[in-house]
């Protein structure tokens, strides 16, 4: 299993932002898969997670109506829309597989 991150960056506040992750080594079609975050000093938190079909889907409450989380399962790729963004959403975001599988994270840093 190979799951790697990409689209993280230095945003201000009230910014949008991409997160994908691209996966490999697995039947993406047929799981359901997370996005995570974690700070300095904390546990990682699930951000949002989907089906295996895309159709169902869940947020914590403090992203909930900012971001949307999304899947190609043609292309094997997971998606993170991140929209009003705050600097309280800083962190590393991580995907991971169902299986504890977890990539190398991307850095996303709200800042002014």
């Known amino acids: 299993v190979q799951l790697v991150e990409s689209g993280g960056g230095l945003v201000q506040p009230g910014g949008s932002l991409r997160l994908s992750c691209a996966a490999s080594?697995?039947?993406?079609?047929?799981?359901?898969m997370s996005w995570y975050r974690q700070t300095p000093g904390k546990e990682r938190e699930m951000v949002a997670s989907?089906?295996?079909?895309?159709?169902?889907?869940s947020y914590a409450d403090s992203v909930k109506g900012r971001f949307t989380i999304s899947r190609d399962n043609d292309k094997n790729m997971l998606y993170l829309q991140m929209n009003s963004l705050k600097p309280e959403d800083t962190a590393v975001y991580y995907c991971?597989?169902?299986?504890?599988?977890w990539g190398q994270g991307t850095q996303v840093t709200v800042s002014s």
């Open positions: 989907i089906s295996s079909t895309g159709l169902i889907t």
């Open positions: 080594g697995f039947t993406f079609n047929t799981y359901a």
């Open positions: 991971k597989h169902p299986l504890n599988y």
